[in-house]
């Protein structure tokens, strides 16, 4: 089992570029998210699905997007890089369709705007 | 609304000192779920334990314990004995039945010096 990988684990864009980062589990969990991390705030969410074919926004979703077509991928679009999008991006995945189970994190996605 | 406060932004504690970091939420679903992460310095997050809004017993894992006190709404993790590979960056968490979404505290980094 690897889990929960994400790619990269780092990235440099320049305002105004776009990119996709990767997220994918097999554990067929049905719940998966994305999360920034910023200095004292602790996680953010951004996008949350409850299953293939269903996503919705978390509390920070302006400026991503994001898509679940299959059950193990759930990948982040950044449509047009910022320097504020400057962050350590976090995907993770639960059992179930819900919030009831604990999270299972990836390794983190360390993302740089200049 | 749902909310998760960790008062406690950093700690220092000598090492083999006992502490306890301290979690208070606020939700008004009857059914709720709270979380407990470890983040260390490596960056990964690692979950250290999940507990029911009908369950207040308490836990003890180890050196680990949990105080969960719905009086108070408090989640408290108390580490005793601690050692320096306890330093790390600690998250509360909760999420409430049916709303899809966790929501995490702003985090308490611990320092145990040697």
């Known amino acids: 089992n690897a889990g929960v990988t994400q790619t990269p684990k780092f990235q440099v864009l320049k305002t105004g570029q776009s990119m996709t980062l990767q997220c994918a589990q097999d554990m067929n969990h049905e719940y998966m998210s994305w999360y920034r991390q910023d200095p004292g705030m602790g996680l953010r969410l951004i996008h949350y699905?409850?299953?293939?074919?269903?996503?919705d926004q978390g509390e920070v979703p302006n400026g991503y997007n994001v898509s679940r077509s299959t059950t193990e991928d759930f990948p982040l679009r950044l449509l047009s890089a910022a320097p504020s999008q400057t962050s350590v991006y976090f995907c993770?995945?639960?059992?179930?369709?819900?919030?009831?189970?604990?999270?299972?994190f990836g390794p983190g996605t360390r993302l740089t705007v200049t | 609304a749902q909310k998760v406060t960790q008062a406690q932004t950093e700690i220092s504690v000598v090492e083999k000192e006992d502490v306890t970091l301290d979690c208070v939420y606020e939700t008004r679903d009857t059914t709720y779920y709270l979380f407990w992460y470890k983040q260390p310095p490596s960056g990964e997050l690692v979950f250290l334990i999940r507990r029911n809004s009908f369950d207040e017993q308490n836990e003890i894992s180890g050196r680990y314990s949990w105080n969960f006190q719905k009086s108070t709404s408090s989640f408290n993790f108390t580490i005793t004995a601690s050692q320096v590979v306890d330093s790390a960056v600690y998250f509360c968490a909760l999420s409430g039945s049916g709303t899809y979404k966790y929501i995490f505290g702003t985090g308490t980094r611990l320092k145990v010096l040697a």
């Open positions: 993770a995945s639960s059992w179930g369709g819900s919030t009831n189970y604990e999270q299972y």
């Open positions: 699905s409850v299953g293939a074919g269903i996503t």
